[in-house]
């Protein structure tokens, strides 16, 4: 059974920063492109940022360039989102999704998703 599993969030201040992992289970991320997506409460889900299966190439929205990074281990079973500077605004539950169509998983269309992690930034 293929899965993904995110873990990481947290409660933090602003300014803080965490990092998420998203790890998958039943399968390797070798040939998948990863895509980090957020809701928060009363809104739609929005794209964060993508990374190709292969060469690496990035994607960020405009509100999170230069404060996130997303990156994938070279074991090829986990992904990340490095957060810095975090703002209340970033509040939300964090999805992670898998798809060999780079296309698809920065569209929010990937085959695969997790159950989500919640992050909450608040004084």
């Known amino acids: 059974q293929l899965q993904l599993v995110e873990s990481g969030g947290g409660v933090v201040q602003p300014g803080g920063s965490l990092r998420l992992s998203c790890a998958a289970s039943?399968?390797?991320?070798?040939?998948?492109?990863i895509g980090w997506f957020r809701q928060a409460p009363g809104k739609e889900r929005e794209g964060v940022s993508c990374?190709?299966?292969?060469?690496?190439?990035?994607t960020y929205a405009d509100s999170v360039k230069g404060r996130f990074t997303i990156s994938r281990d070279a074991a090829k079973t986990t992904a990340y989102l490095q957060m810095n500077s975090l703002k209340p605004e970033d509040t939300g539950v964090y999805y992670c999704?898998?798809?060999?169509?780079?296309?698809?998983?920065?569209?929010?269309?990937?085959?695969?998703w997790g159950q989500g992690t919640q992050v909450t930034v608040s004084s």
């Open positions: 990374i190709s299966a292969v060469d690496g190439i990035t």
């Open positions: 999704s898998a798809d060999s169509r780079w296309r698809a998983v920065c569209a929010g269309s990937g085959d695969y």
């Open positions: 039943g399968f390797t991320l070798d040939y998948y492109a």
